[in-house]
């Protein structure tokens, strides 16, 4: 099978819509309710974008097995300019998004990329990686993820929790596969996925006890057993009153596991405590480094847009502390352009010839990014101020009896009311909604606790030699008696 269109994809989800609940309410067509439709259809828009005649050249290439048009974001690269195709089809989903779908098909695509280019890593089950991989890439498919355990006690080990099952763990081992039960914290867009990969996340300190959770695998979606509980959803409401949020809003779900059978095929870690601790060894985030580093950069791009234009409607854009704030945001959109740069260029080639980009300018932004977005987030209520809540509540005040306030009160210099009311309630879509909270808090958290990964990344794997020799260099180049003569006195 060659790259999906949305209609594909929306009619494969909608037959094998999976276990999704939002309340009491059980979804059945997840393409058609109202909590998961909007997400949905846009994800089908990325996958039609990948037909699109501007676009294919760069979202599109020839499969190395079928021969068929396959999803750029599926390239392993062998060259630099395999690099840049691979950032320009990220750029191009971001773009579409506004940078604020995190979880498009291509961050899974680009991190079984990493696993495939890496697949030695699992050992006896590296052909089962590369198989998978190779599954994926051919029928196009849609994957979310669920690593972290349910907040349940973070202060004991998976085998010391309340009951055995809490945390995401083997039951018995069947002829057709494993059984596993259990729970997953979270998983982003898994309402309307096609598939899941589930890994547990470690501090390298998981022991022999808690090798029953430590399991890799993927299965679909609707595998008996398996449902989502969602959180409440941030998307009802009308496209003009909730720009973002009728959209964007990609539903988070835990992710519940009632006695799942794992086909053998799809197992790649079976209780192997030792690789979840070195699980980092696969280096995927020098791949899904550069997907979210791409979508950061459209949603930085978007909100500086955003604010841009808000503050010239109203002409708060020539005060210089306005422009000095908007002036932060484009700073931190061109140090992350910079460090993509910088990961291509830097990239290096592995023994089997896959050219892998740098993952230490990628992480810096990963490091930055969870902390630059609260910070842009802020900058948009400072810069928009009170603006954010200057609307009417809904879009009806326009064809109401009042109509002649808003015209009047409502307009900017050289605005209209409607185009003002419209641009400024996309502002507060993002600044002051619960859509715009729940970003704040993916850009904290969706890569990790970012008090952890800064000390990991930028720390303890951090490569200290050139700093530590600048120092050095300096120390070694005067001592004591450089300074006090044979007689001990100060020489000048
Ligand atoms: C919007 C959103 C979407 C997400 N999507 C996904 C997804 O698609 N897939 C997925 O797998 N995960 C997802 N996550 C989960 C995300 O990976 C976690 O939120 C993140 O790893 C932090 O874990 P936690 O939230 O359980 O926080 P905790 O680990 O419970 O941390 C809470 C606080 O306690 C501190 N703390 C915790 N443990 C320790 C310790 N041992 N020592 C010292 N301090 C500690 C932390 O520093 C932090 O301040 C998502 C999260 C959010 C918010």
Not at 192 to 199: F, K, P, R, S, T
Not at 206 to 223: G, M, Q, R, V
Not at 464 to 491: I, K, M, T
Request: glycine share 6%; hydrophobic share 40%; aromatic share 10%.
């Amino acid at each position: 099978m060659s790259a999906r269109t949305g209609n594909q994809y929306l009619e494969q989800i909608c037959k094998n819509s999976p276990e999704v609940w939002i309340g009491a309410d059980r979804v059945t067509d997840v393409t058609a309710h109202s909590a998961t439709q909007g997400a949905a259809h846009e994800i089908a828009r990325l996958y039609d974008l990948q037909h699109d005649a501007r676009y294919r050249g760069d979202m599109l290439f020839t499969s190395p097995t079928t021969g068929q048009q396959v999803g750029t974001q599926f390239l392993v690269p062998t060259k630099q300019e395999d690099l840049l195709r691979r950032r320009r089809a990220h750029k191009i989903w971001a773009d579409a998004t506004c940078g604020l779908m995190g979880r498009t098909t291509d961050f899974i695509g680009a991190m079984l990329t990493a696993w495939y280019v890496n697949a030695d890593f699992f050992g006896d089950t590296a052909d089962r990686v590369r198989d998978y991989f190779e599954y994926v890439r051919e029928n196009d498919l849609f994957l979310t993820h669920a690593i972290i355990d349910p907040p349940v006690d973070r202060s004991r080990p998976p085998s010391q929790q309340p009951d055995r099952f809490t945390y995401l763990g083997v039951e018995a081992e069947a002829e057709e596969g494993l059984i596993v039960s259990g729970a997953k914290m979270l998983a982003t867009a898994a309402p309307y996925a096609d598939e899941i990969l589930v890994w547990p996340f470690s501090r390298r300190n998981h022991e022999a006890a808690d090798a029953p959770y430590a399991l890799a695998f993927a299965i679909p979606t609707n595998s008996e057993g398996l449902r989502f509980i969602s959180r409440e959803p941030y998307s009802s409401g009308n496209r003009f009153d909730h720009p973002l949020a009728s959209r964007f809003d990609e539903m988070d779900a835990v992710v519940v596991f009632d006695r799942v059978l794992v086909p053998w095929n799809r197992v790649f870690l079976n209780q192997d405590y030792d690789r979840v601790n070195r699980i980092w060894e696969i280096n995927s985030n020098a791949f899904t480094g550069v997907q979210s580093s791409a979508r950061l950069m459209s949603k930085l791009q978007f909100v500086a847009g955003l604010a841009k234009r808000a503050t010239e409607l109203v002409r708060t854009d020539q005060f210089p502390q306005v422009r000095d704030m908007l002036g932060e945001i484009t700073t931190y959109i061109e140090l992350t352009r910079a460090a993509l740069i910088a990961s291509e260029t830097t990239a290096e080639t592995t023994a089997s010839g896959a050219v892998v980009p740098n993952v230490t300018p990628l992480y810096a932004v990963r490091n930055s990014g969870n902390r630059w977005y609260p910070r842009v987030r802020e900058l948009l209520q400072l810069t928009v101020a009170g603006g954010l809540l200057y609307q009417p509540a809904d879009v009806s005040a326009f064809r109401s009896e009042i109509a002649g306030d808003l015209d009047k009160f409502y307009r900017g210099p050289e605005v209209a009311a409607e185009d003002r009311v419209k641009l400024y309630k996309v502002a507060a879509d993002l600044a002051v909604s619960g859509f715009g909270g729940r970003h704040e808090l993916y850009e904290r958290f969706y890569a990790g606790d970012p008090l952890f990964l800064r000390i990991n990344t930028q720390f303890q794997m951090y490569d200290w030699a050139h700093p530590l020799d600048l120092v050095d260099s300096l120390l070694d180049s005067y001592g004591v008696d450089d300074v006090l003569g044979a007689s001990g006195e100060e020489v000048t």
